[in-house]
């Protein structure tokens, strides 16, 4: 077929209408082909990204393959007639009429001039037959091919009312039974729908295979996705988003040049599943036991875009105000070839529009500290690029006001990932942080304590948490909860009493002292937290226990925060032997203000916050000076500074 594909198949049409097919131009085909050749798959299923070259690939070029260098009958098969009409018009007679096998059409009756009719009988002696799911099964099962081809294969996975036996796709391809197994080929493909489509799940039951590129500054052999296509996530417009975005390396992080992505894609190669890759380029492993090719590629193989016209997509998406989900689903199915998932069905979801407009009195605009703040707190979410972090007040009656939130940037670029974050940390703090944030009467305030997630890269948060300057106020801070499961966390458990390491125990929270670190971490139940949140989320802004943001003119100024706050939803999950469980989960990846939010709420109760306050609680006092370390309610200060 490769061979097939270089000396006979002509591009019908777009910018190199008329030529024969370049493997540069998208190296990834190459690489579909020859593991078609290679004899060890008699069946495949590609899924990739639109407007890539998909159908000319994987649907056009076998079936040309078959009827004409073959010289055999093959199966052609979609949803309905009337795609495979439009199907032959639109991609394979122009792809005929472009190369020397024009003149095995036939030259009179049903099929020629151009015409299309279900069984075209070329002159060669090869056949194109087309069936489809409609009708009754006789339709499929009066025929046999020793190959077939399918396209739209996702909308013939389920049987039809008329018949009485299996789905379409495997009524068609059972018309190969009559040839020896080895010799039987069925090629699937199809742009990916849902996780339960029959395309995904013929790709994921194959080899589920991955292109690998060796990465120039690195060196290792990296499979870029969605996450890796960076720069435009903070950029104010689409134009600057066009103007920043790039790829980078998922293991270094350094940039990639598009002359460096296309000579990655160049020198590409295919791991499937259960195998690896060494730095030499060598695969290890044995492939899967299946008979099935499961071919995939994402936009970062796709050469006729650059990651510009990707990110204005991904950029318009994050600032749309209404079909979001619409446009979530593009980006997903025809720009990275994964399933959309439907949000799963939640009694009381969070609105994301009512979570935006949730603006405070005029006066509390952004960076404004309001007079009556009992608790001061800060919480910050390390990134590779981009650390997030967000500002809070607890007011008098538990109302928490969002002072002021944002990002820092981390020179990765330029150094060592550890490095860069501890350098990144020392400059917010001294350049933001401890120059504090005014009052409404001009008193200047620092917060009383700042959380720092310590979950990833927590050797960097400890190390800048000991440094003299850091003094009492940093804390490193660890979330856990049923939502963090797949992750490298467990679980919260609430320790039963303190002891020589846990100092204090709170309301889902305890402060231990980590005597390898030599200072003491906030560890927290995040699920707790969140849900804790979302109630102030819901409750009425003004009243006890809410949540609001600081007061802008501008109507979209939360509209990024808002959609992070609604990137997990929780949801009760029955586990046998458990029961009902509260669990959440991630339906986006930008997701760091909500883990913000969550966190700042834990840090107002350390520092005393309360909705709810015990008879014999006292009431809040004034906050402490803001170089005054926070004493725990005996009045040992072992919380917020060194170890006595």
Known sequence: MEEFAAAEFVIPKGLAKGTLISWDTQPFARLLVRELDGGRWRRSAVLGCVQSGKSTIAYVLPTLYYAFECREPVIVFSPTQKINRDKFKDEILPAIMASRYRQHLPRDGSGSRGGWTEEIRLTNGGVLKFMSAGGGDENRSSYTARCVVGTEVDKMDVAGETSRETDPVSQIEARTGSFPEQLRRCHLECTVSVPEGCIWT?????????????????????????EHLVGWQDADSEIAARENAYFACPTCGKKLTEAERREMNRRAKLVHRGQSIDAEGNIVGDPPRTDTLGFRWNAFSNLFWGPSEIAAKEWAAKHATSGEEALERELCQFYWAVPWQSPDYDATPLDFHQVRRRFAYRRYTKGVVPEDTEQFAMAIDLGKRFCTWTLGACRKGCRRHIIEYKTFEVPSDSMEVKRALLLALEQFRDDVILEGWHCPDGEIRVPQ???????????????????KKSGARFRPAIGYGLSQLFRRFRTYRKPPKTGTEVKLIGEEYHVLWVPSERLFRVDFNADNWKTQLFDGLRTPRGTEGAVEFYHSSDPNEHITVAKHYVAERPLKTFTPGVGSELRWYKEKDDNHYLDNGSNLLCAFHLLGARLIRSAEQPAAQKPPPAGRPFLTPDGRPYLLTDRE
């Open 449 to 467: 304590v700042v959380f720092i997630d310590a979950g990833w890269n927590g050797d960097v948060v400890y190390e800048f948490c000991r440094q």
């Open 202 to 226: 013929e790709y994921q039951n194959g080899t589920a295979s991955r292109i690998v590129c060796p990465c120039p500054h690195c060196g290792d052999w990296v499979t870029p996705e969605r």
